[in-house]
T-cell receptor
């Protein structure tokens, strides 16, 4: 089944404790991205990747890192999480770029205390 | 800067009525405009999209119109049903990025 898989689905952590949210897609998509969803703000793009080893900042990259060592995986890293990073996170992938349908993962609900 | 404004933020309609959600974007170079539906607790899913070389696109009860001059695009849902109740997001492409509107909560009352 074609899908985008994120883990974990829920995470509660403490300020400053490094964490990684994984994202994997099995559709051989070139474009992958991370979004955060906050009430009243919609979905805001954190980072995106056009292909392996090619990543770039979205609109809200501060406090986040990503890597794209393999085509299928695009992990999101929070080196020192802070409470303002409490949010719902979505990973998404598209066939070739932003002008094609984005397939979203199930979401990761992150709480930083 | 890159911006997508979406209105209204909430919309209540009676079952069978039509619903219209409007968005404006700021960059005339934007050329891709998708609409996503997000049901409660679920992931966003594409329902329809339109590219800048087309003025209108329709898929059964859903249609999208684009006015490039005004930098404005709209989602039209006809004969609304309770299962249309969800949050709807518009988006516009800016280079290699996708910028979303803040979302519209649509409630269809039966």
């Amino acid at each position: 089944e074609a899908q985008v898989t994120q883990n974990p689905r829920y995470l509660i952590t403490v300020t400053g404790k490094k964490l990684t949210v994984t994202c994997s897609q099995n559709m051989n998509h070139e474009y992958m991205s991370w979004y955060r969803q906050d009430p009243g703000l919609g979905l805001r793009q954190i980072y995106y990747s056009m292909n392996v080893e090619v990543t770039d900042k979205g609109d809200v990259p501060e406090g986040y890192k990503v890597s794209r060592k393999e085509k299928r995986n695009f992990p999101l890293i929070l080196e020192s999480p802070s409470p303002n990073q409490t949010s719902l996170y979505f990973c998404a992938s598209s066939v070739t770029g932003i002008n094609t349908e984005a397939f979203f993962g199930q979401g990761t609900r992150l709480t930083v205390v | 800067g890159e911006n997508v404004e979406q209105h209204p933020s909430t919309l209540s309609v009676q079952e069978g009525d039509s619903a219209v959600i409007k968005c404006t974007y700021s960059d005339s170079a934007s050329n891709y405009f998708p609409w996503y539906k997000q049901e409660l607790g679920k992931r966003p899913q594409l329902i329809i999209d339109i590219r800048s070389n087309v003025g209108e696109k329709k898929d059964q009860r859903i249609a999208v119109t684009l006015n490039k001059t005004a930098k404005h695009f709209s989602l039209h849902i006809t004969e609304t049903q309770p299962e249309d109740s969800a949050v709807y997001f518009c988006a516009a492409s800016y280079g290699n990025k996708l910028v979303f509107g803040a979302g519209t909560i649509l409630r269809v009352k039966s």
